[in-house]
């Protein structure tokens, strides 16, 4: 079982970037499909972006498409959300999950994070 820590959030002008970080334990990162996703105040969560264990594979949220990247680092066992062009739409708390399986093959979410608060002011 992996076991998530995100770190990397805190409050940011509109239009301003941040980096959010998700430090993993265990062996099994390395092998594991990785996503982010996020829930706002009084919304459900809600999945932001995705990425093969091999970071041969990406998917995103339209909403965050071409703003966000997720990348990987498995020498560091550390999962990364870079955000751009921020909007106080994405104020949220982020958190990030390990796949069962394989995203693509429909896996559920085995593991999760306590979260990061991302704060973005107008």
């Known amino acids: 079982q992996v076991q998530l820590v995100e770190s990397g959030g805190g409050l940011v002008q509109a239009g301003g970037s941040l980096r959010l970080s998700c430090a993993a334990s265990?062996?099994?990162?390395?092998?594991?499909?990785m996503g982010w996703f996020r829930q706002a105040s009084g919304k459900e969560r809600e999945f932001v972006a995705y990425?093969?264990?091999?970071?041969?594979?990406?998917n995103y949220a339209a909403s965050v498409k071409d703003r966000f990247i997720i990348s990987r680092d498995n020498a560091k066992n550390t999962l990364y959300l870079q955000m751009n062009s921020l909007t106080p739409e994405d104020t949220a708390v982020y958190y990030c999950?390990?796949?069962?399986?394989?995203?693509?093959?429909?896996?559920?979410?085995?593991?999760w994070g306590p979260g990061t608060q991302v704060t973005v002011s107008s």
């Open positions: 999950a390990a796949y069962s399986g394989r995203y693509r093959q429909g896996a559920d979410l085995r593991s």
């Open positions: 265990g062996r099994t990162f390395t092998f594991s499909d």
């Open positions: 990425i093969s264990w091999s970071s041969g594979d990406r």
